[in-house]
């Protein structure tokens, strides 16, 4: 005899009374046969066959969690950011009764191929590498999907970000605050006129430079990636100027980490010689040494809300509000002295 047969004899009711407990369709199993079965369910240890399961209730509990392909042989899930932030949405998407499927996807088509193939109930993108082809993933898939720090013009997108701009502005004026004025800033900028997380970085450096009456200067901008090898170059090339920039703000964590490194390896003390604000305030910038001053954006916050509004979209068809922008603060530790001591 199967178990669920054993489950309904025990129980004194239907082999289907028990099938609808199991697939939560509830309205006709009264409260008392409901915890009945749900025990024998536990004392039996039945486990439901989850893919038999979606064809009834057509849904696989699955989200998708995609992240894009790196250029070249770059391993994204080396970077501490997005490390931590995949922990902080497979845990909430755990609680939430559902699995995640982790995957790097690069094409429009690629992602529709995806979502389809496993009929996911709902999608999270990590990284704002996707708003060029927003549109065509919008257009192809109808299902819930979250869009995280996207600056996409799509209307119809759910995204949950940053105040990038207050995190650049409010970084410059606390290193302006410290008596710095030749203040670089590190991170891959793009052209004036797209619309991005690093390019709202920078533009709240500048505007904070300009309400300070310091000029802006070109060639104190590293337009380089934010990952640690990178850092360790810009960190030589501003020591190399030896003393010329007194301060720098990067776009990321583990990028002024590696700025620090490389300018240690060329004789600098830091802060003594070079102060540095992060951004991010991941969990190894208290493992640096010196501990890295940084721009927190809560990452544990972003990505919860970022499921909670995946869920209610999941659940009820809709969101009361389709773009989040979540606020930063100024996170001082050791890596940031004022001008002069």
């Not at 605050?177 to 006129?193: L, Q, W």
Request: with cysteine; hydrophobic share 40%; net charge negative.
């Amino acid at each position: 005899m199967s178990i669920i047969k054993e489950i309904a004899a025990e129980a004194e009711v239907s082999v289907m009374t028990v099938y609808n407990v199991i697939n939560g369709n509830h309205a006709k199993v009264s409260a008392k046969n409901i915890d009945l079965i749900n025990e024998l369910i536990k004392k039996k240890h039945y486990v439901p066959n989850l893919s038999a399961k979606s064809l009834t209730v057509k849904s696989t509990k699955i989200i998708g969690v995609i992240i894009p392909l790196g250029d070249g042989d770059y391993n994204f899930f080396k970077d501490p950011y997005l490390s931590e932030l995949i922990g902080v949405v497979e845990h909430s998407v755990r609680k939430k009764g559902y699995y995640a499927m982790i995957r790097s996807v690069s094409l429009a088509s690629d992602v529709s191929t995806l979502l389809k193939t496993w009929n996911m109930d709902g999608a999270i993108f990590l990284l704002p590498y996707y708003d060029k082809i927003v549109h065509k993933i919008l257009a192809h898939n109808n299902l819930p999907m979250v869009f995280l720090d996207s600056y996409s013009d799509c209307p119809d997108i759910l995204s949950v970000g940053i105040n990038d701009f207050k995190g650049g502005y409010i970084a410059t004026k606390y290193l302006i605050s410290m008596g710095h004025r030749n203040i670089a800033f590190a991170g891959p900028i793009e052209s004036e006129d797209v619309e991005s997380v690093v390019n709202q970085r920078f533009k709240g450096y500048k505007a904070a430079l300009k309400e300070s009456n310091i000029n802006f200067l070109d060639s104190f901008v590293y337009p380089a990636m934010p990952v640690y090898d990178t850092g360790v170059t810009v960190g030589r090339e501003i020591s190399d100027r030896r003393g010329e920039i007194t301060a720098v703000l990067t776009s990321a964590d583990i990028m002024a980490i590696g700025i620090m490194e490389g300018a240690r390896r060329n004789g600098y003390v830091i802060p003594n010689d070079l102060s540095i604000v992060g951004f991010d305030n991941i969990e190894c910038a208290i493992f640096s040494s010196p501990k890295l001053t940084t721009i927190s954006q809560n990452i544990s916050a972003k990505a919860e809300y970022a499921i909670e509004l995946l869920m209610q979209q999941i659940d009820n068809g809709f969101v009361t509000q389709n773009r989040t922008v979540m606020d930063v603060e100024i996170i001082e530790r050791q890596s940031v002295i004022p001008l002069g001591n």
